[in-house]
T-cell receptor, first 114, second 111 residues
Framework: DTGVSQNPRHKITKRGQNVTFRCDPISEHNRLYWYRQTLGQGPEFLTYFQNEAQLEKSRLLSDRFSAERPKGSFSTLEIQRTEQGDSAMYLC????????????FGPGTRLTVL | AQSVTQPDIHITVSEGASLELRCNYSYGATPYLFWYVQSPGQGLQLLLKYFSGDTLVQGIKGFEAEFKRSQSSFNLRKPSVHWSDAAEYFCAVESNYQLIWGAGTKLIIKP
């Protein structure tokens, strides 16, 4: 399967802990996007990368959120000092240089903060 | 500001009946529009997209959508729904590399 993969699929953590999620895009897709989806809502854009460069990060929800894509392949999203309001589904998507406008999504990581 | 509105939170249709899901957008230029479907435990799957050209676009699983600039709409249709179509459907518009989404419409199929 060459789709977008995300790990873990589920994460339960206690308030105040740090969490990190991983996204592996479709092979050779140079753009990678992170979104957050809360119950009953559409996804909300967080950030995106073109290769290893983070081109938009102003939508990250606070300075507790950070993302990296060090080698232009997989990406990680870290949330520090988690809060209950961070509970959501975190989605990753990727797109290719030949069709930058079409994003393909992974299954998401569901975060529950207790 | 760009936005997408899906007026119907839930829609219930009988299996075999036709379906239309509404989507209205607010966007200054010619929009790039998308419909995605999300089933429980599944990722968002692209059904179809409109960039330019023919305003009636065909997608996967027998879905189609029609772009109407005068109405700022991009409604999704299917002539005959199947029980497996029960899912949540999202309309989105692209703006500066990010997708801006509607709140979704949950489709319920009556047997």
């Amino acid at each position: 399967d060459t789709g977008v993969s995300q790990n873990p699929r589920h994460k339960i953590t206690k308030r105040g802990q740090n969490v990190t999620f991983r996204c592996d895009p479709i092979s050779e897709h140079n753009r990678l996007y992170w979104y957050r989806q809360t119950l009953g809502q559409g996804p909300e854009f967080l950030t995106y990368f073109q290769n290893e460069a983070q081109l938009e990060k102003s939508r990250l929800l606070s300075d507790r959120f950070s993302a990296e894509r060090p080698k232009g392949s997989f990406s990680t999203l870290e949330i520090q000092r988690t809060e209950q309001g961070d509970s959501a589904m975190y989605l990753c998507a990727s797109s290719s240089s030949r069709d930058t406008d079409t994003q393909y999504f992974g299954p998401g990581t569901r975060l529950t903060v207790l | 500001a760009q936005s997408v509105t899906q007026p119907d939170i839930h829609i219930t249709v009988s299996e075999g009946a036709s379906l239309e899901l509404r989507c209205n957008y607010s966007y200054g230029a010619t929009p790039y529009l998308f419909w995605y479907v999300q089933s429980p435990g599944q990722g968002l799957q692209l059904l179809l997209k409109y960039f330019s050209g023919d305003t009636l676009v065909q997608g996967i699983k027998g879905f189609e959508a029609e772009f109407k600039r005068s109405q700022s709409s991009f409604n999704l249709r299917k002539p005959s729904v199947h029980w497996s179509d029960a899912a949540e459907y999202f309309c989105a518009v692209e703006s500066n590399y990010q997708l801006i989404w509607g709140a979704g419409t949950k489709l319920i199929i009556k047997p």
